[in-house]
C-alpha cells in the first residue's frame, strides 16, 4: 500500500480503526462487515510484529468516535503530529472526508495514488479524452499492451484479443464442481464474528459458516485453488448457472483484490504462466485476464471520472422501489430465489447471477437506481462504491444512456433457461409467453422495449427488436401491457 512504503517504524504512527459509520452508511451483509473486520486485525497483528507502531480501534473500544475523520482527528491530537498520510480512497465520501481535512486544519495531508490498481484516474482520464463514447474493449487491449499480457510482440496471442465467443458453453448434467475454499477461523476471526453478531444482528445476511480467507497467505491459496482446479473450466462456463452451485467454476478473488490482500498484475501473471506451462486454454485465461485489467480498472476509471454526478443518472426515470423479495427471496421466480438466497447465505454471486437475474430483473421493472445500487453495495462481500457503481448504473440498468455500455443488458427467460437449470424448478413456465402461468421475464422485457421506446429505437444493437414487437400485432402487444401492469403491481 503506497501509504505505508516510506514508513518510519521509529517515528510514524499508523492508525486502522474499526468505525460505525463506515459499517453502517449502508446496512452491509453481517458476512462482509466480519470478513473486512478480520482481515483489519490480522494485518495489524502483522504490522506490529515486523515492528511497526499500529493504534488500532476496535469497533467497541470506549474511546471508539465513531467516524472515520473523528478518529484521524485524535490520534493526531493523542500523538502531536502534524503529517498524514493516506492512500487515496476508493469511494468518493470517503475522499470529501480526507480532503476535508486538508482544507480545514493546520495538518499537512499527503493523499497518495492507490498501486493497488493498475491504471491513474488521470491515466483514465487522458485515455477517455473527449470520446462521446467509452469502449471497454479498446481499454483492454492498451492494458494488455502496456503490461505485455498474453502478447507476441504488439499482437496478441492466438491471433485474437478477445475469446467471449468462446466462454458461454451451456451447463451440462454431471459437471463436477470443485469445493470452494474454506479458510481456518483462528481466534481473532471468533472474536470477530462474536462482535457482529452482537452489534449487527439485524443486517442482512448469514454470518455462518464464514469460509473467507483473511490474510494474504490465505487470499494466495485461494488464486492458487483457483488456477489448480477451477482455471481449465473457467472460460467455458463462466456464464453457466446451476442451482445449488453458487460458486461453479469462477476465481473467488473478489473479495481480496478489492479489500488489497491480492494484487492485480500477480493474479494476472499466475494465470498467464498457467497457460505457458499448457496447464490451462486461451479462452479461460484471456477471459479471466479482461475481467482483471479490463473490465476492474476500466469501471474504476469511470466512477472517478464521472464522479459524484454519476451517482444520480437515471437514463430511464425509473421510479419504482426495490420488491421486498429482494431481502427475503420470497417470490416463485426460481432464478431469483436462488440468487437472493446464494447473496443472503455467501455475501457472493458471480457476474452473470448479478447481471442477467438480479440485476435484469430490476432493470425491466423498472426500479430507482438509488435503490438497487444501495442493495447490491449492502449484500456483496466485494462491493464497494468505485466497482459497484459503474457496474450497477452503467452495466446493469444503463441508467447512464450509454456511456459504459453500448446496451441494455435486457432479456427475456429463455436467456435464463438456455444458461441455467433454474427453470426446470420454477413456478412459472418459460415456454409461456403470456398469461398467469408465464415466466414474468418474457412479457416484461418487451413492456420495457415498449415503455423505452422513445430513448431506446435509435439504439443499433437493439433497435432490430422494435420490429419484432410491431410485427406481433396490437392484440399481442395489448396483452404484453396487461400481463406486466398484473405482475408488477403484485410486487410493489
Known amino acids: 500500500m503506497s501509504s505505508l512504503k516510506d514508513c518510519d517504524k521509529d517515528k510514524d504512527v499508523i492508525l486502522m480503526c474499526e468505525v460505525w459509520d463506515e459499517a453502517t452508511y449502508v446496512k452491509h451483509h453481517k ?51 502534524k503529517n498524514l498520510i493516506v492512500t487515496h480512497p476508493n469511494e468518493y ?24 490498481f493498475l491504471c491513474t484516474p488521470k491515466e483514465f482520464a487522458d485515455w477517455a479524452g ?15 499492451k502496456k503490461h505485455d499480457i498474453l502478447m507476441t510482440g504488439n499482437k496478441p496471442i ?49 454470518l455462518k459458516p464464514f469460509y473467507f480467507a483473511v490474510t494474504r497467505d490465505g487470499a494466495l491459496k485461494v488464486l492458487d485453488k483457483f488456477i489448480k482446479q477451477r482455471l481449465k473450466k473457467f472460460g467455458d462456463y463462466q456464464d453457466a448457472m446451476l442451482q445449488d452451485e453458487p460458486w461453479m467454476y469462477h476465481s473467488h478473488i473478489s473479495f481480496y483484490l478489492n479489500c488489497g490482500l491480492l494484487l492485480p498484475l500477480e493474479c494476472v501473471k499466475a494465470v498467464e504462466k498457467a497457460y505457458r506451462a499448457k496447464k490451462a486454454p486461451l479462452n479461460a485465461v484471456e477471459g479471466f485476464i479482461r475481467q482483471i485489467i479490463g473490465w476492474r480498472e ?41 440468487c437472493i438466497s446464494e447473496t443472503k447465505q455467501n455475501a457472493y454471486a458471480h457476474h452473470i447471477q448479478r447481471l442477467m437475474v438480479l440485476g435484469n430483473f430490476a432493470l425491466l421493472a423498472g426500479v430507482n437506481p438509488k435503490y ?31 456511456y459504459l455500455a453500448s446496451k441494455p443488458y435486457a432479456a427475456g427467460g429463455s436467456y435464463i433457461n438456455k444458461m441455467s437449470d433454474y427453470c426446470k424448478n420454477c413456478d412459472y413456465k418459460v415456454t409461456e409467453k403470456s398469461g398467469d402461468e408465464a415466466c414474468p421475464f418474457n412479457y416484461l422485457y418487451w413492456y420495457f ?7 431506446l429505437a435509435g439504439n443499433n444493437r437493439i433497435g432490430m427488436m422494435y420490429k419484432t414487437f410491431d410485427r406481433m400485432g396490437k392484440d399481442k402487444q395489448k396483452i404484453i401491457r396487461k400481463d406486466s401492469k398484473r405482475f408488477l403491481s403484485s410486487i410493489t
Open 31 to 81: 458476512k462482509k462487515i466480519a470478513f473486512i473486520f478480520s482481515a483489519m486485525r490480522h494485518f495489524a497483528k502483522m504490522l506490529k510484529q515486523k515492528g511497526y507502531k499500529v493504534e488500532y480501534v476496535k469497533l467497541d473500544a470506549p474511546s471508539n468516535s465513531g467516524s472515520l475523520k473523528g478518529e484521524v482527528k485524535r490520534m493526531l491530537k493523542k500523538h502531536s503530529l
Open 93 to 116: 465520501r470517503v475522499l470529501k472526508d480526507i480532503s476535508s481535512l486538508k482544507n480545514k486544519s493546520s495538518v499537512s495531508v499527503e493523499i497518495r495514488e492507490d498501486d493497488r
Open 130 to 144: 473527449n470520446r462521446k463514447q467509452l469502449r471497454m474493449e479498446y481499454f483492454y487491449r492498451e492494458m494488455r
Open 158 to 206: 492466438g491471433g485474437k484479443w478477445n475469446y467471449d465467443s468462446e466462454n458461454r458453453k451451456i451447463p451440462k448434467k454431471g459437471l463436477s464442481v470443485p469445493s470452494p475454499y474454506t479458510g481456518k477461523i483462528d481466534s481473532i476471526t471468533k472474536e470477530v464474528i462474536s462482535l457482529v453478531s452482537k452489534r449487527f444482528g439485524k443486517h442482512f445476511g448469514d
Open 298 to 338: 476500466y469501471v474504476r476509471g469511470i466512477y472517478w471520472l464521472k464522479m459524484p454526478s454519476y451517482s444520480k443518472e437515471n437514463f430511464f426515470k425509473a421510479k419504482r422501489q426495490l420488491p421486498d423479495f429482494y431481502w427475503t427471496a420470497d417470490t416463485k421466480m426460481n432464478c431469483l430465489h436462488q
Open 372 to 402: 438497487v445500487n444501495e442493495w447490491f453495495l449492502v449484500v456483496y462481500a466485494d462491493a464497494y462504491e468505485w466497482v459497484e457503481l459503474p457496474n450497477v448504473s452503467g452495466m446493469i440498468l444503463f441508467a447512464d444512456g450509454g
Open 449 to 455: 422495449l415498449y415503455s423505452n421506446r422513445k430513448k
